[in-house]
Structure formats: structure tokens, C-alpha cells
């Protein structure tokens, strides 16, 4: 299992595997408690400070189809489309509204902002299930905020998609109720993901970050197994597997907001087998 897991996806395994000592997990531990800011963000294990050494085999430099320039467009866009079609299938899209909802429940007339909104089915949601809510819509892939100007969020007078990276939004400090930022914040290495954190709660009152969760390494590896027979044939599946191996466990988004600036507070809720929810502000 060890080598089926490590060889096709990671050097970066590769090289946590070599370094991967009782010395090392010893350091990890007390780096924790003693000094949490003395955590080397570009080097932060996606399991956290104080990954296991297990956790630490079980990720990736490898992109996602989604974030090569050298993979066709329509390979990427099969990838978009099935996200949309799981997100309806199994209700994560309708579950997704509702935090988002929850989060807003108290601002009248809510200015929302969707980083990486990809299909754009969530802002959809937002829009029917909120009579007065205005979404602005983004993505940093051109082509998606191209499909989705074409589709009806396009003519919506609540709503404005644009092209925008989630670590430079281009808009004033506090311009938004909230941000929200689905299923993408693991495409982004820790020192650009800590960037989410500060852009997010400086453009808007709160940020939510909803991602994939990181199970503890022995359900982790089962999760793997489950996909990696199919990641070569299947793109959805290819990208789901370097997704699960970049998912960043609770304490690393701890260790990244801390990093992005010590006043971010964060919730974090769900986790395992849902989705984690991420809730963060600016004491
Ligand atoms: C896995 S898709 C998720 C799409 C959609 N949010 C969903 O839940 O199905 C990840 C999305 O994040 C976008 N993305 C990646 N890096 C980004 C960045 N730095 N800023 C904004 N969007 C980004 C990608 O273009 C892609 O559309």
C-alpha cells in the first residue's frame, strides 16, 4: 500500500517519508507547544505541525488537472461539470447554502462574495433561497467565469461574475458581509492559502471556508484506495485523489490563519466524514 500510495503521487511524500523520524515527530510535537508561530508555513505538513508521520507520507506536490496550464480546456471543464452534478446528486450544494444562509442570518440585505465558485451553482442557490442577497461571483480560471457570465448568473441584476483571485480581492476592507470559498482552498499551497485568510476576513466581515476534510491516515488511506484504481481513466477521480492528499487537517488551518495574522479568529466545525467548515474573522 505504501508504495502504490507514495510512488505515482509525491516526491513531496517522499521526501516527508525520508524525514519522517521519531527526531522529526519529537520536534513537530514541542514546535507545537512551545513556539506555534516558530512553524515553517512553506514546509507545514497538510496534516498540520503535528501530523503523524503517516499523515505527513500521505500528500503531494502533484496539481489537479483544474490548475495546469498544460491540460485542455475541456478536460478541465469535464472536471467543473461533474462537481456541479455530485454537488446536486448528494445535496452538498443545498447543505452549502444553508451554512452560508446560517452565516448571514443576521444582515437584511447581505453582500456576498464566492471565490472560486467554479460552476457557480451555490451563488445560484444563494440567489433563490435569498430574496435580497447580492452575490458576487468569481473564479481565477477565465473560462469558468466565462461559462458562467453566459449562464443565467450572468443576467441576474443581483448578481456579478467576475474574474478575481481569492489571495487578491480586489475590493475595499469590510466591502462584503462574507466570503466563501468551496472545495478550492486545498489547491492552494500553505503560504498562498494563509493569504485566503487575510484577503478573506479584510474584503469581508467573515470568511467560510467549506472543504474536503482530512480523515485520521488509516481512514485516509481507505478514502485513497477507494479512488486511486480509477484516478488514471476518470479526470473527476484523478483530481479527488490529489485533493484528498492536499486537504488540510483542523490544526493546519489553525497554524495557517495564526500565520496569516494572530488577530483571525477560526471556528472549525465538521470535519471527518463531512465537510469541514472553516468560520473566520478579525477579533
Ligand atoms: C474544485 S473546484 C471547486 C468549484 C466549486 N467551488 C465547487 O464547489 O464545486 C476549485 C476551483 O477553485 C478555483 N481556484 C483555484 N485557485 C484559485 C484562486 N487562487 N483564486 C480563486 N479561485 C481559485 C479553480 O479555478 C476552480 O474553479
Redesign the pocket.
Known sequence: MHLVLVVPWSMAATKSANSCSLRTALQSSIMVHVAREAVDIDRMPRGGPDASCLDRLLETDRLEY??RDDVADDVKRSV?RT??WT?EFFGNTDRFAKIVMDEVADVADPRILE?????GS?SRKLLEWHPTAELTV????AS?VAAMAASDLGEDPRATVRQ????AIDAPDRHFDLAVF???FH??PPATAARVFAEGTRAADKLVILDLPRPPAPLHLVRLATMLPFAPFVPFLHDGVISSLRAYSPSALRALAEHADPTIEVQLRGGLLNPQIVVATRR
Open positions: 483544474l490548475d467543473i462537481l456541479e454537488g471565490l472560486g465558485a467554479g460552476h451555490l468569481t473564479d481565477i480560471d469558468s478575481m483571485d481569492a489571495v468551496v472545495l478550492s489547491h492552494l
